[in-house]
């Protein structure tokens, strides 16, 4: 890696408490961090949380200090999580994998409110990431042949994620997520100038849409994905203190207001700066890698998968500072549109 990153090694003592309090947790009627209950229910195990840890997580959510960090140590037990299956709605439901979960959940409480979107995995907020036969070439975290282009995590929605979470639960391969931080480029004046204005549409990543379009074709939500693919808003890619910009982009789904060779030339130059300043994080098994959603985008290698149940297998959540400014959804709402 270029940039030396927050990293945070569990000691031992800290996976006895959180052994402990993963094991507190499951032992209540709200134990599974798929469903959104579990994070109202179980807020009380966030303040039991190893002091070390929550001070970790709390100054990387305050301070802002860098565009990902990491958290080491946490086990995990190849034997007992069951292979990796061969799509995300396929796996074995092993207690080991619902340990797992339950610590990414209580990491991404620390950081805020962990939520999730009714157009991707049903709804569930703790996500697999493995290869899908069929999805080889594709533009999503399913793709293995072809290389995950940077984007930020949905970056057509305003309600998008501050934070990505990605937990290691099998990565034999080392097939390593590629991270490029805002805060390294050097950008002349007037790129900047044309990537601050509303010159550019977002489109939704396919997943939002094919996998409703799939599975419950009348679902409510897909009407509303697919008004964002048919008429987008226009948006800017650097926005925020101009000294310290944040970021907003997904180069595969996105396309100038019309045409503008200015701004599309401004959007080049952006993408080549963020190519020649990535890093490469390898999120192994009990690696927990944390993206800031608004400085860094992210993509991941190409890889060739076997489908015979030791691919690649990642847990993803992602987590909002502030549900409450997505206003049309209902109140306490974890599963946005
Ligand atoms: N350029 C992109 N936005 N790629 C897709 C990102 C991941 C996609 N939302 C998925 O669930 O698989
Ligand atoms: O597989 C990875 O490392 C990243 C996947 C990803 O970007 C996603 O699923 O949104
Ligand atoms: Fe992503």
């Avoid at 996500?127 to 399913?142: K, L, M, T, Y």
Wanted: a negative charge; proline letters at 7%.
């Amino acid at each position: 890696m270029t940039t030396a990153w927050p990293r945070y090694e569990l000691s031992d003592a800290d996976v006895a408490a959180l052994t402990s309090i993963v094991d507190t947790v499951r032992a209540t009627p709200y134990a599974d961090p798929r469903q959104p209950d579990f994070y109202d229910r179980n807020r009380f195990a966030v303040r039991q949380l190893p002091a070390g840890l929550w001070e970790f997580l709390d100054d990387f959510r305050h301070s802002e200090p860098a565009a990902g960090c990491t958290v080491h140590g946490f086990p995990v037990d190849d034997r007992l999580v069951g292979p990796t299956p061969t799509h995300w709605d396929a796996e074995q439901s092993e207690a080991h994998v619902t340990e797992i979960e339950v610590f990414l959940a209580l990491c991404g409480m620390a950081l805020g409110e962990p939520f999730t979107w009714e157009t991707l995995q049903g709804g569930r907020l703790v996500q697999n990431i493995v290869p899908i036969p069929g999805d080889e070439a594709r533009q999503n975290g399913h793709g293995s042949e072809a290389l995950l282009e940077f984007h930020t995590e949905d970056a057509f929605h305003p309600s998008r994620c501050d934070y990505l979470l990605l937990f290691g639960v099998r990565n034999e391969d080392k097939v390593a997520t590629t991270v490029a931080s805002v805060r390294e480029l050097a950008l002349n004046p007037a790129d900047v100038e044309m990537l601050t204005q509303r010159r550019y549409h977002i489109l939704p990543d396919d997943e939002h849409i094919r996998q409703l379009t799939l599975r419950q074709p009348d679902h409510p939500a897909l009407k509303l994905v697919e008004r964002m693919r048919d008429a987008p808003e226009p948006v800017a890619v650097l926005f925020g203190d101009p000294a310290r910009p944040y970021l907003r982009i997904d180069l595969p789904f996105m396309r100038c207001v019309g045409n503008d060779p200015v701004a599309q030339r401004a959007l080049d130059a952006l993408h080549t700066q963020l190519l020649a300043n990535q890093d490469d994080v390898v999120v192994e098994r009990g690696t927990l890698l944390i993206v800031d959603n608004y400085q860094a985008v992210h993509g991941r290698r190409s890889f060739r998968a076997r489908y015979d149940g030791t691919d690649r297998w990642l847990k993803k959540l992602t987590v909002s500072r502030n549900l409450r400014a997505s206003t049309e959804f209902p109140r306490g709402s974890r599963v946005l549109v």
